[in-house]
């Protein structure tokens, strides 16, 4: 046990370093995610006018509750989100508020999902928490100006690459369990007949529907199996995990033609783990020529000590 957790922590390490972000592109996402909130913020406002029979909330916390919250409840959580989002923005005790930030936006997700409606924006919802810990505050911030910023942790956002990969994996395994690995199901197309006949329709909706080709509409639900199930192996490489959330923007580009379900705010999501420096890009690589230097020595009877 201890020789595998030698090996491990100079390894989760290793992974931490390739996640960790520039302090600078860091805080850009910080205040244009604040600037997001500010400006675009889901409304909740509608929660209070619907009738208490119509509250039907998911298994969890938001159960207990007996009906819908009255107006004043409502309109709190519009002005603490306003003013915890400012908070962020100025880079005001970051991480604190950050946290807030998203305790809030995660309550006004789960008040609009009572009513049936659900988005699959949790990930965004988390994102301030994550990345509050892992550091956006550290420049362009009045924690910075301070000196009480402190630095990116690449460790954090190594923990949120994580979840937000093991959040795909269970998308893509409750698929796999309900067919989506069946030869003779096309699922993908399931869905696109659907979204013809509602006003969630997308763009390419009727002209994609009209294609008969049995082999593409399956090779649609494979593609969709992989590029959400193998995040969870990909999170461990961060560079070959960047390649996967470009394939995951690929997939919500297609959802959106196809379904018109628009996941515009997983730019958020992503964005931060593409803000690392140069360097940080070409590690797998140089990894990679070490392994295979290592290996032809063997092969050749030869000996390859620390290529440092």
């Known amino acids: 046990m201890n020789n595998l957790l030698d090996k491990a922590v100079p390894f989760v390490g290793w992974v931490s370093e390739g996640y960790r972000p520039a302090p600078r592109a860091f805080a850009v996402l910080r205040i244009a995610f604040a600037i997001y909130v500010l400006i675009w913020p889901r409304d909740i406002g509608w929660i209070a006018e619907m ?10 916390p938001f159960a207990l509750l007996a009906g819908p919250p009255p107006s004043a409840v409502t309109t709190s959580l519009e002005v603490i989100r306003f003013g915890v989002a400012l908070l962020v923005l100025v ?21 609009a999902y009572s009513y049936g409606k659900v988005d699959h924006l949790i990930l965004f919802d988390l994102a301030p928490i994550f990345l509050g810990l892992g550091g956006w505050g550290c420049a362009y911030s009045i924690d910075s100006w301070r000196r009480k910023a402190g630095e990116t942790c690449g460790y954090v956002i190594f923990l949120y690459g994580t979840f937000v990969a093991f959040a795909m994996f269970t998308a893509a395994a409750a698929k796999a369990a309900t067919g989506w ?34 082999l593409i509409w ?34 919500h580009v297609g959802v959106w033609l196809l379904l018109g379900i628009d996941f515009h705010p997983y730019i958020f999501v992503y964005a931060v ?36």
């Open 273 to 308: 783990f593409f803000l690392v420096p140069a360097k940080s890009w070409r590690r797998e690589f140089a990894l990679l020529r070490t392994w295979r230097a290592s290996r032809a020595a063997t092969a050749d009877g030869g000996f390859v000590g620390d290529p440092s």
């Open 51 to 60: 009738a208490r029979v119509a509250y039907a909330p998911p298994p969890g």
């Open 181 to 214: 690995l069946n030869p003779a199901r096309q699922a993908t197309r399931a869905f696109v007949a659907e979204a013809a006949v509602s006003p969630r329709s997308g763009p390419l909706t009727e002209w994609f529907l009209h294609l008969d080709y049995s």
């Open 218 to 251: 399956k090779l649609l639900d494979y593609v969709t199996l992989f590029a959400e199930g193998w995040l969870v192996l990909a999170v461990f490489f961060p560079t070959l995990f960047r390649c996967g959330l470009l394939l995951m923007g690929v997939f």
């Open 91 to 111: 880079g005001w005790r970051t991480k604190l508020s950050s946290a807030v930030l998203s305790v809030v936006l995660v309550i006004c997700s789960g008040l």
